[in-house]
C-alpha cells in the first residue's frame, strides 16, 4: 500500500523557517517522481514542486523559488522541503503527493498553474505564519 506521511508543520513568524518531511512507503521510492502542494482556505490546490529522488530534475512553482528547497533521504525514503523567509501568504496546508509531474511541468509557465494531478496523497501538515 502506498503511504506518504507529511510532518513537520506548525506557527511560525514572518521571516521563519521550517522543513516539512514526506516519509514514503509502498512504492520503489527513487523511480516515482514526488510533488509537494499547499492549500490555502478558499483557494486551489497549487502544486510548488516536483522532484525526483534520482536527482533527475527538481523544478519549483514561481512562488517557491529562491525560499523553498527540496531534498532527499533516500535512505530513509523522505523526501523534504526546507521553506525560508516565510510569510503569510504561505499560511496552508502542506501535501506531498505521486504524480507525472516530470511529464506536465513543461506545458506550464509556471507549476502552480499545473493543478493537482497526483495520485497518491498524504493527509497534509499545516503551516501557519504569523504577522
Known amino acids: 500500500e502506498v503511504q506518504l506521511v507529511e510532518s513537520g508543520g506548525g506557527l511560525v513568524q514572518t521571516g521563519g523557517s521550517l522543513r516539512l518531511s514526506c516519509a514514503a512507503s509502498?512504492?520503489?521510492?527513487?523511480?516515482?517522481?514526488i510533488g509537494w502542494f499547499r492549500q490555502a482556505p478558499g483557494k486551489e490546490r497549487e502544486n510548488l514542486s516536483c522532484?525526483?529522488?534520482?536527482?533527475?530534475?527538481?523544478y519549483y512553482a514561481n512562488s517557491a523559488k529562491g525560499r523553498f528547497t527540496v531534498s532527499s533521504d533516500n535512505g530513509k525514503k523522505t523526501i523534504y522541503l526546507h521553506m525560508d523567509n516565510l510569510k503569510p501568504e504561505d499560511t496552508a496546508v502542506y501535501y506531498c503527493?505521486?504524480?507525472?509531474?516530470?511529464?506536465?511541468?513543461?506545458?506550464?509557465?509556471?507549476?502552480?498553474?499545473?493543478?493537482?494531478?497526483?495520485?497518491?496523497w498524504g493527509q497534509g501538515t499545516q503551516v501557519t505564519v504569523s504577522s
Open positions: 503527493a505521486i504524480g507525472p509531474c516530470h511529464l506536465y511541468y513543461g506545458d506550464y509557465d509556471d507549476l502552480s498553474a499545473a493543478g493537482p494531478k497526483a495520485f497518491a
Open positions: 522532484f525526483s529522488s534520482r536527482g533527475d530534475f527538481t
Open positions: 509502498g512504492f520503489i521510492f527513487d523511480e516515482e517522481p
